[in-house]
Structure formats: structure tokens, C-alpha cells
């Protein structure tokens, strides 16, 4: 089985411009490909998991990706999947997150001796002048055409932004650009950006003959993969600070039972034939599938040790053990009490469990927050710190633990 039937048989190809163009070239190794990372926040999450791996299956079958850094376009926004505009960030906060990324991404691709290749497209975006852009490409886009795109269509009746107007023309540009300066001939991203790509695909051909061979494939990743990079509205990230390896192996360990096989087949680089068996699997044998999947990928972004600590710490929760060593943990000092007190919605927000005390105290109400398996009530809960003599650990719906110490 070549690779491209390796990622059919995943269920990750959504569609393609030219199937068996793509399938030679990928399957013989001639696929110099880029996928892009718009860098909006200072982490990649479990969202972009689908694309890493996608880079890291198709270098170890010979291919060459370009992981290219969105420095120039994340300066206008993606409009995509979006119902406001994006916020806007400052070109020190996108130069950080960036660096950020590229610390992350060497755990899945390798870079060394020209393997691969990281760029940032501000290196010709942020140069460009705007009339020229326009006498260049300008004429190559139909307006009509743009607007018939899904990701445009959705935004017209809340308003869609000049500025956001023009991230097509952006994206299409980077291809072009990569197609001309590196030799990129294939592009990949989430079946939600099939428009902006085909763009791309066209303005090469138009500006460089009908005989150009650029290629667009788009994965799954805007009805599964985004999908699975969130819990409770909070990003599951893969920096350690933010989501902690205990966290991240519990968001997938209590992924849905109809979810579990389809997380393994696409993000996972267990063999088809094992995966195969599992399609057979129902009722207690999906927690170990869950236990599979959450161990592969926490290795993966964490290392085997951490995913062998989070899954002994899952395990002893999962049976009313009272080994709590490998579980998240905030140390409080005298400095976080006030008057001998600290409230469960404090200690929550300290450990990154809540982003606001509106979003903890939302959680009270709903029932979703527990204080050493009593559920509490009361939003204005306060614990003393006498109570602390042993360790304090506060669950947050059904996923998420915190043990607090002083």
C-alpha cells in the first residue's frame, strides 16, 4: 500500500484537484508540499494535530513538507469558520508565536539537512506593494467568484471586513510564491479552505501556463480534526504550561465511544491491519481503545514518560485508587489566602482550570464542579487552610483534575 492509499484508508483525503497526479507523485517520494499555520496564539493545539501527523507520514514516505508559518496573513485574519473578526495581533506577538510553533512542530517533522522546511510568509507579504500586488495578481481573481466562496458566504450577513476580503488573495499568493522560489507543487489544509486553495491552484496556472502542476488536496480537518482540538470551550494545547500531559491524555482518553476508532485511524501511526481488528470492538474494550488513544498522542507530543505517568494517574481515578502522584498539581502559598481563606473559584483560576470566575461560576451551577468528590453549590465557596493538612482536588466536569497542595 502506498502512502496515498494509506491516508484513503484513514479517511483523512477529503478532495483533490488531480487524483492521479497526486498519487504518483506522493507515493514516489516527488511531493514538495506545504501546509500553513496561521500562529494566533502562542501553542498549536490538539486541532492541528491532523496536519502534523499528515507532514510526518508523508516525509517518512520521501516527500518534502514546508511548514509554513502564517506571519504575514495571520496580520489580516482567516475568515473561515468565523462569525466575528479575528483579533488583531501585533508583529511581536506574531514573531513569538511563531517561535513558539516551530519549537513544537521539530517533535513531529524533522528538519535537519533540508528535510523539511520552516517559513514565514511575512518574509514577502509584509514587502509587497499594494498596486503592484493588484497589476500582478489582481486581474487573475473574479469577484464573483469570491464571493460564491463558503467561507465568504458565511460572513456576509454579519458583515465581512475589506481587510478579511483579501486573506484569498494572500493564501493564493504564498502558493504562488512557494511554487516559483521553492519548488512546491502540492498544497494541504482543512476541507473548510478548499476556495482559498483553489486559488492558489489558479492564479499559478494563470500566471504560469496551463502546464504548471500545481496540486491541492484538503483533509478532513474542519469537520473532525477542529473538532477534537476543543473541550468546554478551552483549547486543548500542546504546551505543557497550558494543557498539562495529565489533561491531554484525559481529553482523549474520554473522547465519544462513536469517535474513538476514527481518532486512532487518523491521528495515530498504528498499523491499519491492528486498527482493523478494533473496528469490532464494543462496550468496556472501547475504554481500551480510549486507553490506546490517549497513550499514542500524549507520547507523541509529551514523550512515553509523561504519557506512561498520565495514564497510571487516569487509571488509579478510573478505579477510586487514592495514587494521585501523577495528577496536575498547584502548590499555595500564605500569599493566596486572605484571612486563612481562598475560594474554590481562585484556586481554580490559578490553575488554569477556569479562564474567568464567570465561567466558574457557570460551572457551579451547572453542577460541574466537585471538591474531594463533594459537588459544590455554592459559587462563593471557600476552603481554610487548615484544610489543607491533606490534598485538596477539585474536578471539573468529568475530564478534568486538580490536585492542590500548601
Avoid at 514587502?127 to 463558503?150: I, P, T
Wanted: proline letters at 1%; one cysteine or more; aromatic letters at 8%.
Amino acid at each position: 500500500m502506498g502512502i496515498y492509499e494509506e491516508l484513503t484508508a484513514r479517511g483523512l483525503i477529503a478532495q483533490v484537484t488531480n487524483a492521479d497526479e497526486i498519487k504518483e507523485m506522493v507515493n514516489n517520494g516527488k511531493a514538495v508540499f506545504y501546509i500553513g499555520f496561521d500562529c494566533t496564539a502562542d501553542s498549536l493545539t490538539a486541532g492541528h494535530f491532523m496536519a502534523l501527523t499528515l507532514m510526518k507520514r508523508l516525509q517518512m514516505a520521501g516527500n518534502k513538507p514546508i511548514a509554513l508559518i502564517g506571519g504575514g496573513t495571520t496580520m489580516i485574519g482567516d475568515p473561515s469558520g468565523r462569525t466575528d473578526m479575528r483579533k488583531m495581533l501585533t508583529r511581536e506577538d506574531i514573531d513569538h508565536n511563531a517561535a513558539c510553533f516551530k519549537k513544537q512542530m521539530e517533535r513531529f517533522i524533522d528538519f535537519s539537512d533540508g528535510k523539511a522546511l520552516m517559513i514565514n510568509n511575512a518574509d514577502w507579504l509584509l514587502n509587497l506593494n499594494y498596486v503592484e500586488l493588484l497589476r500582478e495578481v489582481g486581474a487573475c481573481f473574479s469577484v464573483n467568484n469570491m464571493l460564491r466562496a463558503e467561507c465568504y458566504k458565511q460572513r456576509m450577513e454579519k458583515g465581512l471586513s475589506f481587510l478579511e476580503f483579501n486573506y484569498m488573495i494572500m493564501q493564493s499568493y504564498d502558493f504562488y510564491h512557494l511554487f516559483k522560489n521553492y519548488n512546491c507543487n502540492m498544497q494541504f489544509g482543512g476541507d473548510d479552505q478548499w476556495s482559498n486553495m483553489l486559488g492558489g491552484t489558479e492564479l499559478i496556472r494563470k500566471k504560469l501556463g496551463k502546464d504548471a502542476h500545481a496540486m491541492t488536496i484538503t483533509l478532513l480537518t474542519d469537520s473532525q480534526g477542529n473538532k477534537m482540538g476543543k473541550t468546554a470551550g478551552n483549547a486543548v494545547w500542546l504546551d505543557a504550561n497550558k494543557t498539562s500531559p495529565f489533561d491531554f491524555y484525559q481529553y482523549w482518553r474520554n473522547v465519544a465511544d462513536a469517535d474513538v476508532l476514527k481518532c486512532i485511524r487518523m491521528l495515530t501511526f498504528l498499523p491499519l491491519e491492528e486498527i482493523e481488528k478494533m473496528d469490532a470492538w464494543e462496550g468496556s474494550q472501547l475504554n481500551t481503545a480510549k486507553e490506546i488513544l490517549a497513550f499514542e498522542l500524549t507520547k507523541m507530543v509529551h514523550g512515553e514518560e509523561e504519557a506512561q505517568k498520565a495514564q497510571n494517574a487516569a487509571r488509579a481515578l478510573f478505579a477510586g485508587g487514592s495514587d494521585n502522584s501523577n495528577m496536575p498539581t498547584t502548590t499555595l502559598s500564605d500569599d493566596d489566602f486572605t484571612d486563612g481563606e481562598i475560594s474554590v473559584l481562585d484556586m481554580m483560576l490559578k490553575a488554569g482550570m477556569i479562564k474567568s470566575k464567570g465561567e466558574g461560576r457557570r460551572l457551579v451551577d451547572q453542577g460541574g464542579v466537585s471538591v474531594n468528590d463533594e459537588k459544590i453549590s455554592n459559587a462563593l465557596a471557600v476552603l481554610k487552610a487548615s484544610d489543607f493538612d491533606e490534598d485538596v482536588i477539585i474536578k471539573k466536569g468529568k475530564k478534568m483534575f486538580h490536585k492542590f497542595t500548601k
